[in-house]
Structures are given as structure tokens and as C-alpha cells.
């Protein structure tokens, strides 16, 4: 049974930093890229940032580019979201996603293409935890 649990969320004032961190079990974990999502009250699910297979390549939505930095710990089936400078508009319950990845997800494009897939059809990527919330205070 494949698992995402997220953790590390919790209430920031504006400026302020958090680091979340996603548990992947249950699946081979280099073999898929994984994302952050997030996703706000009465506003639509978007993609913050998405990261391949080996953690070499990467995409950040311009909301958070230069902000937020994506990692993975491949030897311990852990994906990371640092999130820096953060804005009240960052306040969202945030969600980590697998999509399987055969090499073909490494040029920026591509995984922009697949982060936005994955906020309009969810059902697109492969696996998705249940959510840690995230509120930022002004």
C-alpha cells in the first residue's frame, strides 16, 4: 500500500520560514517524480513545485520562485518543501504528489506541464497524501 504523509505545517507569522517534509512508502521512490500542491479555501488546487525522479530538475510556479525550494532524500523516500519569506496569500492546506517518472521528466517544461495537469486533474498523478496545513498571519 503506497503511503504520503506530509508534516511540518502549522501557523507562521508573514516573513517567517517552515520546512515540509513528505514520508513515501510503499512504492519505488525513484522512479517518480513528486510535486507540492496546495490549495487554499474557495480557491482552485495549484502546483507549487515539482521535482524528477533523480532531484536534478526542477519547476517552480512563479508564485513561489525564489521563495520555496523543492528537494528529495532518495535513500530515505522523503521529498522537502523549504519555504522562505512567506506570504499571508501562502496560507493553503498543502499536498505532496507522486506521478511515475520513466526519465522522460527533466526539462522544466515538461514538469510544468505535468504540475499543472496535476492541479486541474488530480487524478493525473499516481499518488497524493492527505494534506498539511500551512497558515500564514500578516
Known amino acids: 500500500q503506497v503511503q504520503m504523509v506530509e508534516s511540518g505545517g502549522g501557523v507562521v507569522q508573514a516573513g517567517g520560514s517552515l520546512r515540509l517534509s513528505c514520508t513515501v512508502s510503499?512504492?519505488?521512490?525513484?522512479?517518480?517524480?513528486v510535486a507540492w500542491f496546495r490549495q487554499a479555501p474557495g480557491k482552485a488546487r495549484d502546483g507549487s513545485a515539482c521535482i524528477n525522479w533523480s532531484g536534478k530538475r526542477t519547476y517552480y510556479a512563479n508564485s513561489v520562485k525564489g521563495r520555496f525550494t523543492i528537494s528529495r532524500d532518495n535513500a530515505k523516500n522523503m521529498v522537502y518543501l523549504q519555504m522562505n519569506n512567506l506570504k499571508p496569500e501562502d496560507t493553503a492546506m498543502y499536498y505532496c504528489?507522486?506521478?511515475?517518472?520513466?526519465?522522460?521528466?527533466?526539462?522544466?517544461?515538461?514538469?510544468?506541464?505535468?504540475?499543472?495537469?496535476?492541479?486541474?486533474?488530480?487524478?493525473?498523478?499516481?499518488?497524493w497524501g492527505q494534506g498539511t496545513q500551512v497558515t500564514v498571519s500578516s
Open positions: 510503499g512504492l519505488n521512490f525513484d522512479d517518480y517524480a
Open positions: 504528489a507522486a506521478l511515475g517518472d520513466p526519465g522522460v521528466l527533466g526539462e522544466p517544461r515538461v514538469l510544468e506541464h505535468f504540475l499543472r495537469l496535476g492541479a486541474a486533474q488530480p487524478d493525473s498523478w499516481h499518488y
